[in-house]
């Protein structure tokens, strides 16, 4: 094996680059108080959910909701290609909206 001492060698840099390393943090921007709203935190309820969101909600298995929805247990609806569950057929094969209606915050 022969070394070629001819062919040019890679240089190396002139200079190092130089990285600060104690660098100040940049100042963010002071925060504006905001006051507390409770209607911010809380969301609507949506009309309709995707299968796999009532899967979630409901802590069931998918074809469990698929079965629910041919007994008509559960309401659903075509959109398009999409099947969506009603939100308010969860509520009530859960018996939340007996609940609701009747709890003491509603003056009922």
């Known amino acids: 094996m022969q070394l070629d001492f001819d062919r040019p060698q890679p240089r190396a840099l002139a200079e190092p680059t130089k990285l600060p390393i104690n660098r100040p943090a940049p100042e963010s921007p002071k925060r504006q108080s905001r006051t507390y709203s409770p209607a911010a935190d809380v969301s609507p309820k949506p009309l309709a959910v995707p299968i796999k969101v009532a899967c979630a909600y409901l802590g069931i298995k998918r074809s469990t909701v698929y079965n629910l929805m ?12 999409r099947r969506v569950v009603l939100f308010a057929s969860m509520e009530t094969l859960l018996g939340m909206t007996d609940r609701l209606e009747t709890s003491p915050e509603n003056g009922l």
């Open 70 to 81: 041919k007994s008509e247990k559960l309401a659903w609806q075509k959109i398009g290609a």
